[in-house]
């Protein structure tokens, strides 16, 4: 079993939608959670970071942590063509506090 | 947020050549450096930890005597890829930590393909 999982996609809504991007993970220690937008070729670039479980909005972005369910989720509101990426969850925690584990990326498309 | 640099943005290689990446923290020091390598369509995957001025640890299943990995100073780690064959061909990642910094900061990528 993968240590993070998440729907690779590809996930496509009209402009204006609200997006749900998901990711699941099967390590308890887990305390610190972040999403990634990584354009095509680029590197990716942080969006929300989150310790522990809650809510935390920053914009249109939403991050929520539900540690009882191992369950971290990303809205987006007013989704806008500029936000088609690929959405990358990631986690950090445990024994090694520095060592990023990722979950595989989810394309999102954003039809104008 | 921090900026991180990497150098070149694509290289084009021939089997057995070797190549060198380098990776740049330009607004702060970084005492900790990552080299992550990544798939198309798949996630990073992390292949060292380099922190300033010792030996670097890979991670399992990746050849250090392949991938050699500098970091030099707290500013600028290398990545040199050995006697490249096609299969190495990826997209490698640098990120970088230090004090004052509340996460990695992730480079632009590096494109690698072996001919």
Known sequence: QKEVEQDPGPLSVPEGAIVSLNCTYSNSAFQYFMWYRQYSRKGPELLMYTYSSGNKEDGRFTAQVDKSSKYISLFIRDSQPSDS??????????SSASKIIFGSGTRLSIRP | ?????????RVICKSGTSVKIECRSLDFQATTMF????????????MATSNEGSKATYEQGVEKDKFLINHASLTLSTLTVTSAHPEDSSFYICSAEGQGIDTQYFGPGTRLTVL
């Open chain 2, 35 to 46: 080299w992550y390598r990544q798939f198309p369509k798949k996630s990073l995957m992390l």
């Open chain 1, 85 to 94: 990426a690929t959405y990358l969850c990631a986690m950090i925690g445990g």
């Open chain 2, 1 to 9: 947020g921090a900026v991180v640099s990497q150098h070149p943005s």
